[in-house]
């Protein structure tokens, strides 16, 4: 006889059938179990150690998976999911593991009777779609002008973290940076770039209460020469450049030979020329400010300070972007090019302050600025970043409202009329495919469950009395209150 074909090697060992479905399920429900308590207001902060050795104290669901190290595909892939959320919607990041991880719990019992995946995930198909059907015929439009309403908004989102104690702090703060950097696309759509507009500088120090959104953009930089150099512009003309303002170095090493003596002082002065020449090229706009994201030479600077410009040098690309944007500046790469166009003049106030212990360049009062700066002040750096996280999902709340304007009810109320819905509709579906159905809609309860257990509440006469409210489908807004585990309708309470 033939001896057996290796095609994998002697160390891999490769499963198949209902034993990796099960495993799958396993480590995908394991993972949905770390994060449930996370789920509502009544939700548990996690304390993790991170690769540094530091500590990460939040119960944002995407950074908590973040921090984990798994040895299991499916359990990896449960992670992507919640990265994806959190890029592409930026909450909710919690729901989407705790109802994905209830998905494959109840498709656990078909596997066992032997159902094929494929029919399963033709179930599943069918029940997203009418799922979908119903979060439109429930969805109200709201108005994103309507300040009070967007606040509530935001707030709801803001409700199951962490800043939720500070009230209205952080919700005017996502609202204030995000209807700042929106721009208008045409065809009424509103395109807001949360990543590269605005920048959450972080100083710690000072009160929660104290953070603001700037008006304009906030640096981590002092002027050049602090002595000469003004710290305070009223309506200051800003120059934005993209190139050195010192003598450019040659690429590689050079060698020069000089025959005679003067020819080195020929060089030095030619050197001296340049750049005063450049200064000069940048002086003729009379700017109040130059900045520039490369080196500026003392030579440079002292020209600069002479005709009582201030300078600023070394800065980063994005923040140059951020202070075009603000204040209406162009980003000129060649002195020789600027123009009066290029000036920036949308500014009201250039200064430099203290805070803590670093120097900030702060140019505010902008006209119509187009970037902004949030500035969070509090007590320590672990509770910093855990509300720099919050703001992030708060401002991503604020420009998904203003991209689509839609809202359906919060505190399970929604998942559990997509349940009823579903439920009733299982009935007319024929063949094999009716149970999946029937257990997806019932998958649908696991989040007012979970908001209802993170009460402590009894889940179980709180989940019969809700599916009891729904089924006949009278109110659609009827849900869970996450502090109290009272049942309410969501419309009151704003969630």
Same mark, same amino acid.
């Given at each position: 006889?033939?001896?057996?074909?290796?095609?994998?090697?002697?160390?891999?060992?490769?499963?198949?059938?209902?034993?990796?479905?099960?495993?799958?399920?396993?480590?995908?429900?394991?993972?949905?179990?770390?994060?449930?308590?996370?789920?509502?207001?009544?939700?548990?902060?996690?304390?993790?150690?991170?690769?540094?050795?530091?500590?990460?104290?939040?119960?944002?669901?995407?950074?908590?998976?973040?921090?984990?190290?798994?040895?299991?595909?499916?359990?990896?892939?449960?992670?992507?999911?919640?990265?994806?959320?959190?890029?592409?919607?930026?909450?909710?990041?919690?729901?989407?593991?705790?109802?994905?991880?209830?998905?494959?719990?109840?498709?656990?019992?078909?596997?066992?009777?032997?159902?094929?995946?494929?029919?399963?995930?033709?179930?599943?198909?069918?029940?997203?779609?009418?799922?979908?059907?119903?979060?439109?015929?429930?969805?109200?439009?709201? #108005?994103?002008?309507?300040?009070?309403?967007?606040?509530?908004?935001?707030?709801?989102?803001?409700?199951?973290?962490?800043?939720?104690?500070?009230?209205?702090?952080?919700?005017?703060?996502?609202?204030?940076?995000?209807?700042?950097?929106?721009?208008?696309?045409?065809?009424?759509?509103?395109?807001?770039?949360?990543?590269?507009?605005?920048?959450?500088?972080?100083?710690?120090?000072?009160?929660?209460?104290?953070?603001?959104?700037?008006?304009?953009?906030?640096?981590?930089?002092?002027?050049i020469a602090p002595g000469k150099m003004r710290r305070r512009i009223v309506n200051p003309r800003i120059i934005l450049l993209d190139c050195p303002l010192e003598y450019k170095k040659g690429e590689n090493q050079t060698n020069a030979e000089l025959a005679k003596e003067e020819d080195w002082g020929l060089?030095?002065?030619?050197?001296?020329?340049?750049?005063?020449?450049?200064?000069?090229?940048?002086?003729?706009?009379?700017?109040?400010?130059?900045?520039?994201?490369?080196?500026?030479? #003392?030579?440079?600077?002292?020209?600069?300070?002479?005709?009582?410009?201030?300078?600023?040098? =070394?800065?980063?690309?994005?923040?140059?972007?951020?202070?075009?944007?603000?204040?209406?500046?162009?980003?000129?790469?060649?002195?020789?090019?600027?123009?009066?166009?290029?000036?920036?003049?949308?500014?009201?106030?250039?200064?430099?302050?203290?805070?803590?212990?670093?120097?900030?360049?702060?140019?505010?009062?902008?006209?119509?600025?187009?970037?902004?700066?949030?500035?969070?002040?509090?007590?320590?750096?672990?509770?910093?970043?855990?509300?720099?996280?919050?703001?992030?999902?708060?401002?991503?709340?604020?420009?998904?409202?203003?991209k689509n304007p839609k809202l359906v009810p919060g505190g399970g109320a929604t998942e559990l009329t997509v349940s009823a819905t579903l439920k009733q509709k299982s009935s007319s579906i024929e063949g094999i495919e009716k149970w999946p159905y029937e257990a997806a809609a019932v998958a649908f309860e696991?989040?007012? =469950?979970?908001?209802?257990?993170?009460?402590?509440?009894?889940?179980? =006469?709180?989940?019969?009395?809700?599916?009891?409210?729904?089924?006949?489908?009278?109110?659609?807004?009827?849900?869970?209150?996450?502090?109290?585990?009272?049942?309410? #309708?969501?419309?009151?309470?704003?969630?």
């Amino acid at each position: 006889m033939h001896a057996p074909v290796l095609v994998l090697k002697d160390s891999l060992k490769r499963e198949s059938g209902s034993k990796v479905h099960h495993a799958n399920i396993q480590a995908s429900k394991a993972v949905a179990d770390i994060i449930r308590t996370t789920l509502g207001p009544r939700s548990m902060l996690k304390m993790l150690l991170d690769a540094g050795g530091g500590i990460v104290v939040t119960n944002d669901g995407n950074a908590i998976l973040r921090e984990l190290d798994l040895a299991h595909p499916a359990a990896k892939s449960m992670i992507e999911l919640s990265r994806t959320q959190d890029e592409e919607v930026g909450d909710g990041t919690t729901s989407v593991i705790v109802l994905a991880g209830e998905m494959l719990h109840v498709a656990e019992a078909f596997i066992d009777k032997n159902y094929h995946p494929t029919v399963i995930c033709r179930a599943y198909n069918k029940a997203l779609e009418d799922a979908i059907a119903v979060l439109d015929r429930i969805a109200i439009s709201i #108005d994103v002008n309507d300040r009070a309403t967007m606040l509530g908004l935001v707030k709801s989102c803001i409700g199951t973290k962490f800043t939720s104690q500070f009230g209205d702090l952080i919700a005017d703060l996502a609202l204030d940076a995000t209807t700042t950097v929106g721009v208008d696309l045409g065809q009424g759509l509103r395109g807001v770039d949360i990543k590269k507009y605005i920048k959450v500088e972080k100083v710690p120090g000072g009160q929660l209460e104290d953070s603001k959104v700037l008006k304009g953009v906030m640096i981590n930089k002092d002027v050049i020469a602090p002595g000469k150099m003004r710290r305070r512009i009223v309506n200051p003309r800003i120059i934005l450049l993209d190139c050195p303002l010192e003598y450019k170095k040659g690429e590689n090493q050079t060698n020069a030979e000089l025959a005679k003596e003067e020819d080195w002082g020929l060089l030095l002065k030619m050197e001296e020329e340049y750049i005063e020449n450049i200064c000069m090229q940048i002086l003729k706009f009379k700017p109040d400010l130059v900045i520039t994201e490369k080196g500026l030479s #003392d030579l440079a600077c002292h020209y600069l300070s002479k005709a009582g410009v201030s300078a600023i040098r =070394r800065l980063r690309k994005t923040d140059n972007n951020r202070i075009a944007k603000a204040c209406g500046a162009v980003v000129v790469n060649r002195p020789d090019e600027l123009q009066e166009s290029d000036v920036g003049t949308g500014a009201g106030l250039f200064e430099v302050k203290k805070i803590g212990d670093e120097f900030f360049a702060f140019i505010v009062d902008c006209k119509d600025p187009k970037a902004c700066t949030v500035l969070l002040r509090g007590a320590s750096k672990d509770l910093l970043n855990e509300v720099e996280r919050n703001l992030q999902d708060a401002m991503s709340v604020a420009r998904n409202i203003i991209k689509n304007p839609k809202l359906v009810p919060g505190g399970g109320a929604t998942e559990l009329t997509v349940s009823a819905t579903l439920k009733q509709k299982s009935s007319s579906i024929e063949g094999i495919e009716k149970w999946p159905y029937e257990a997806a809609a019932v998958a649908f309860e696991a989040i007012p =469950r979970t908001l209802a257990q993170n009460c402590g509440v009894n889940v179980i =006469r709180t989940m019969t009395a809700l599916q009891g409210k729904h089924a006949n489908g009278e109110n659609a807004w009827v849900g869970i209150d996450g502090n109290t585990g009272a049942i309410t #309708d969501m419309k009151e309470r704003k969630v």
